[in-house]
């Protein structure tokens, strides 16, 4: 079993940077990849980016170079450090937990924190 919890939204003005981390229970952790995903207002959950256990990376084409995930397994914690934000980038982000392995699909995580907003103003 896994529980995470995220932190690190907020309200901030477009082209500022905020660092979102989500904190997992568990002894298993490190086999685990985390992904973030995100939704906004009347949209569907979108993945953002993920991290395998072995640190490989994966982003999708709307935040790629713009967003940075990474993990640190000593402290049981993923980062999604959010650069030169955009008001489309307004959304509750969420992380989740799973081993499977095609981390672009929200079906192949079994573990789901409760989000945190992030809201980017114009």
């Known amino acids: 079993q896994v529980q995470l919890v995220e932190s690190g939204g907020g309200l901030v003005q477009a082209g500022g940077s905020l660092r979102l981390s989500c904190v997992a229970s568990g002894r298993t952790f490190s086999k685990y990849g985390v992904g973030w995903f995100r939704q906004a207002p009347g949209k569907e959950r979108e993945f953002a980016a993920a991290?395998?256990?072995?640190?490989?990376?994966y982003y999708a084409e709307s935040v790629k170079g713009r967003f940075t995930i990474s993990r640190d397994n000593t402290k049981n914690t993923v980062y999604l450090q959010v650069n030169s934000l955009k008001p489309e980038d307004t959304a509750v982000y969420y992380c989740?937990?799973?081993?499977?392995?095609?981390?672009?699909?929200?079906?192949?995580?079994?573990?789901w924190g409760q989000g945190t907003q992030v809201t980017v103003s114009s």
């Open positions: 991290i395998s256990w072995n640190h490989a990376t």
């Open positions: 989740a937990a799973g081993l499977g392995g095609n981390f672009y699909r929200s079906d192949e995580y079994q573990y």
